[in-house]
């Protein structure tokens, strides 16, 4: 029975950590538009066109459990685009407190900025780089210094996934601060949302999808106070998304780089 439980906690701390790879922190200064091999359908996709050459540089910010090979697809259509792009991985593989790591993201986007001479970058998150994103934007200057803000997939609200270790004998989530700040009704995503949950003249966007495995509900992935939101399905109801596919799909693609060329957003639904 003892074994059982264990084998049962271990496949839920999986679920939770392995799928929402992210990305590394690449001490890499965002290159100027490289040659990259993307899928066919991504220069040709309706609705947006490629960067101006005074684009903001972007930043792929990650989540748990970040290694950079699971954001080189999206970072490599960010650049066949004409976008300076670079990967942040959250310090301590974003297991620590979210906090802690939106300062770590300040210092990085400083950098950045000094870096390129860009006034402001583009931030595209993924999973739990959403939230350290926005709590640097509303906490700690960030306001001043972001353009857009797109999410994919970050649980906004919090997700079931992170309190359900607390069944599963593992207790707060195993002791994980990220994880138990992500729970829903925890007391940082209070903070996080209460007030304006948008704040400054940052552009705010979401993205989500009806199959993402580790939001639920899918719908905490999203912000009030003028925010854009898009639900893949809303335009594409056969389309099948998970929460990692969320950096690798096409049709995903579409709809981020409509976003930040202030496009009209109209996803493709054939992208591949």
Request: charged content about 15%; overall charge neutral; hydrophobic content about 45%.
């Given at each position: ?53 005074d ?23 960010l ?6 792009v ?13 906090r ?7 210092s990085?986007?400083d ?21 350290v ?14 353009d857009?803000?797109l ?7 919090g ?24 729970s ?10 209460s ?35 898009v ?20 049709t ?16 493709n639904?054939?992208?591949?």
């Amino acid at each position: 029975m003892l074994l059982r439980t264990i084998l049962a906690a271990t496949g839920v701390v999986a679920a939770l950590l392995v799928p929402a790879t992210a990305a590394q922190a690449a001490d890499r200064t965002p290159a100027s538009a490289a040659t990259s091999t993307v899928a066919p359908s991504a220069a040709a996709d309706s609705g947006a066109a490629l960067a101006a050459a005074d684009a903001n540089p972007v930043i792929v910010v990650g989540g748990l459990i970040g290694v950079s090979i699971a954001y080189e697809p999206i970072a490599a259509r960010l650049r066949a685009d004409g976008y300076r792009v670079s990967i942040y991985q959250l310090p301590n593989l974003g297991f620590g407190d979210i906090r802690e790591s939106a300062k770590a993201l300040s210092s990085y986007v400083d950098q950045v900025r000094a870096t390129t001479g860009a006034a402001k970058v583009d931030l595209v998150t993924h999973s739990e780089g959403g939230l350290v994103s926005r709590w640097y934007v509303k906490f700690l200057g960030g306001a001043t210094k972001v353009d857009h803000y797109l999410s994919l997939g970050s649980p906004q609200y919090g997700t079931y996934v992170a309190n359900i270790l607390k069944f599963v004998g593992l207790g707060s989530c195993a002791g994980i601060p990220a994880c138990q700040q992500m729970s829903i009704g925890s007391s940082f995503l209070g903070d996080l949302n209460s007030g304006d949950g948008t704040p400054g003249t940052v552009r705010w966007s979401t993205i989500r999808t009806w199959q993402d495995e580790l939001v639920r509900p899918v719908d905490n992935a999203v912000l009030g106070d003028g925010a854009s939101n898009v639900l893949i399905q809303s335009w594409c109801p056969l389309r099948v998304v998970g929460h990692l596919g969320l950096v690798l799909d096409g049709t995903t693609y579409s709809a981020v780089r409509q976003v930040l060329a202030d496009a009209a957003i109209r996803p493709n639904c054939f992208a591949l």
